[in-house]
């Protein structure tokens, strides 16, 4: 067992290293309904053109634009044409009725809106003539064929992380499936006696256990797919039957709980005689952190303190799980200070705070406990471990929730 005094710094990048095997998963195949949030990991090419043929973007008429030199025109209608129909050409000197998407036939060249138009005999099949009350240059309202996209264009490049928007452009050229990063799989074990799942009956001395759940979301939003979820009391055996499990199925596990100073520390009691390291970081909260490897699958030891365990997920977890999903990395700004500030030597402190236009206002109550104030934050206040006071208007680095 190890165990000291660590900067962030050192324990950042100790973590990085042991997570590092995460981003090196081979890539895989996943249908396109699977793919949002994904990151791919080649160059999308367009098998065709789009839009695949010469189409109406209006709902009106079909016609040659020659054919309306002057206006008011009288032209025959030769027919309707629905989106999903084909004709073979406009006739010379007539209009056909044309809906919006409908394939602009051979010989039109324009389509001029059902508003400037008059039918001048009822045409509910189409049949009659039309008035147009206005001339057209050639190409108004055709979308002709590759004018998005031409087949063999770049549609979308490696790297993209995928939003709907880019779910409708590979549907869009037909595509049903794309390589794509493999999620890192993510197993979350929470430890203590006195946590129950939410659903059950709160009986004395018992809480809900609030960084399961948390963490499973944390994870997800950042890329990775949570295998396993559990809790379990503060009883090395039942742990040790956890970690097992968690090890076969995942390719992180993350703890919290058990690892501080006290008499039932499960996690560092368990792990620390199988080499993991148990160190104190310059930091609050999340000062108590430990790593391990069990059966090759890296294992971060978070405390238990809701505060300290989103906190180190946050510092620790997140910029690597999203460095294996292929997401950019965590948005950190330097915002200016709404009031005065005092922060104690020696630890970087991560402040839970609110961003408003004026700047950025850390709140007051400090506790690591305090769950309801971590939900009513937006920011996380990144101040060194050097700074001891900081002013109104001074910047703060400041980490984006
Ligand atoms: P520990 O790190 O195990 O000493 O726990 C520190 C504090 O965090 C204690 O007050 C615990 O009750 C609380 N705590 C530990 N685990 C959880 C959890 N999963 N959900 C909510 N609170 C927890
Ligand atoms: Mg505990």
Do not use: W
């Not at 009106?60 to 025959?76: E, I, K, M, N």
């Not at 769950?371 to 208007?393: H, R």
């Amino acid at each position: 067992m190890t165990s000291g005094r660590r900067s962030v710094e050192e324990h950042e990048q100790h973590v990085a290293a042991l997570l590092d095997p995460l981003r090196k998963k081979s890539p895989l195949r996943v249908p396109l309904a699977h793919a949002l949030h994904r990151t791919l990991t080649e160059d999308v090419e367009s098998p065709l053109d789009l839009p695949p043929f010469r189409n109406s973007q209006m709902d009106g008429y079909a016609v040659r634009a020659g054919d309306l030199a002057s206006t008011p025109a009288d032209l025959p209608v030769q027919g309707v044409l629905a989106a999903g129909d084909t004709v073979a050409a406009l006739e010379p000197g007539h209009a056909l009725k044309i809906m919006t998407g409908a394939p602009v036939p051979d010989g039109a060249d324009a389509v001029v809106p059902v508003e400037d138009t008059r039918a001048t005999t009822p045409d509910s099949d189409g049949a009659g003539s039309v008035t147009v009350e206005r001339s057209v240059t050639p190409g108004t309202y055709v979308r002709e064929a590759g004018t998005d996209v031409c087949k063999g264009d770049l549609l979308l490049p490696a790297g993209t992380v995928l939003a709907a928007r880019h779910i409708a452009a590979l549907a869009a050229v037909g595509l049903t499936s794309i390589s794509v990063r493999a999620r890192p799989r993510v197993a979350i074990i929470s430890t203590g006696s006195e946590l129950v799942t939410a659903g059950s009956e709160l009986g004395p001395g018992q809480i809900f256990n609030s960084n399961g759940p948390a963490l499973a979301a944390s994870a997800s939003a950042n890329g990775a797919d949570v295998v396993t979820i559990d809790h379990c009391h503060d009883d090395p055996e039942e742990f040790v039957t956890m970690l097992e499990h968690a090890v076969g199925v995942a390719d992180v596990v993350f703890t919290s709980g058990g690892v501080s100073k006290g008499d039932f520390e499960v996690v560092k009691d368990t792990l620390a005689p199988r080499g993991g390291q148990f160190v104190s970081v310059a930091m609050q909260p999340g000062g108590p952190q430990g790593t391990a490897v069990v059966d090759g699958v890296p294992i971060l030891t978070f405390p238990g303190n809701p505060v300290s365990a989103l906190v180190s997920f946050e510092v620790f977890a997140r910029p690597a799980l999203r460095a294996a999903a292929g997401y950019p990395p965590v948005v950190c700004e330097s915002l200016p200070l709404t009031e005065d500030l005092t922060s104690i030597p020696g630890r970087r402190q991560f402040l839970r705070g609110r961003l408003d236009e004026k700047g950025v206002t850390p709140f007051r109550g400090h506790g690591s406990h305090l769950v309801a104030g971590l939900a009513a934050a937006d920011v996380l206040l990144d101040i060194p471990a050097d700074t001891t006071s900081l002013e109104a208007g001074d910047l703060v680095k400041v980490r984006i929730l």
